[in-house]
């Protein structure tokens, strides 16, 4: 019994929950505290991605505001680099925007859906729960278990895991 509740507290604290977020949950709703995750999951890639941007192309402007010389082979190479950054960032960049849209969508509809089923842990950092592939974290993944049964609530379009939480075998039916 003691080593059941020590397995709830991890999943609360890995998946950063309170008791008053999966009430929310169960009720199908997402609560105050996971829709401010959901929005610092939206902006922060996309801050950090424009600010790479900037840092990346500071040395760049900084080299053609006239303080180095460059010649003709050298301008080419640079020329060449900086096409292949900007493919790159875009090709980055356009990942995030694709989930931000994705988490978005979530979060303006405020539902969570719910799934349960036995847990079974693939690679790469998933987990299969009730049909559904799910991706985490190296923390989440090492306090789920294979063979054990969890309700997971989750975002519906991003496939978001908001709470998890371990239920005994006899509620599966």
Same mark, same amino acid.
């Given at each position: 019994?003691?080593? @059941?509740?020590?397995?709830?507290?991890?999943?609360?604290?890995?998946?950063? +929950?309170?008791?008053?977020?999966?009430?929310? @949950?169960?009720?199908? *709703?997402?609560?105050?505290?996971?829709?401010?995750? #959901?929005?610092?999951?939206?902006?922060?890639?996309?801050?950090?991605? #424009?600010?790479? #941007? !900037?840092l990346l192309f500071? %040395?760049?402007?900084?080299?053609? !505001?006239? $303080?180095? #010389?460059?010649?003709?082979?050298?301008?080419?190479?640079?020329? !060449?680099?900086?096409?292949?950054?900007?493919?790159?960032? &875009?090709?980055?960049? +356009?990942?995030?925007?694709?989930?931000?849209?994705?988490? +978005? =969508?979530? /979060?303006?509809?405020?539902?969570?859906?719910?799934v349960q089923g &036995?847990? *079974?842990? /693939?690679?790469?950092?998933?987990?299969?729960i009730g049909g559904?592939?799910?991706? /985490?974290?190296?923390? =989440? =993944?090492?306090?789920? @278990? @294979? +063979?054990?049964?969890?309700?997971? &609530? &989750?975002? %519906?379009?991003?496939?978001?895991?908001? !709470?998890?939480?371990?239920?005994?075998?006899? /509620? $599966?039916?």
């Amino acid at each position: 019994m003691l080593a @059941n509740r020590r397995a709830d507290a991890d999943l609360l604290t890995v998946f950063h +929950n309170t008791p008053r977020d999966l009430q929310s @949950n169960r009720l199908g *709703r997402i609560s105050y505290h996971q829709r401010q995750r #959901i929005r610092r999951m939206i902006w922060l890639p996309i801050l950090g991605q #424009i600010l790479l #941007i !900037g840092l990346l192309f500071f %040395p760049v402007v900084f080299a053609f !505001g006239g $303080i180095w #010389i460059i010649r003709s082979r050298r301008l080419i190479v640079l020329i !060449g680099m900086i096409f292949t950054g900007l493919l790159l960032m &875009y090709m980055r960049l +356009n990942t995030t925007w694709d989930r931000a849209r994705t988490l +978005n =969508q979530d /979060l303006y509809r405020h539902r969570v859906q719910v799934v349960q089923g &036995y847990a *079974r842990l /693939l690679d790469h950092r998933q987990v299969r729960i009730g049909g559904k592939v799910f991706s /985490l974290t190296r923390q =989440q =993944q090492a306090v789920l @278990n @294979n +063979n054990t049964v969890y309700t997971v &609530y &989750y975002l %519906p379009h991003s496939r978001e895991v908001m !709470g998890i939480v371990s239920q005994s075998r006899d /509620l $599966i039916a």
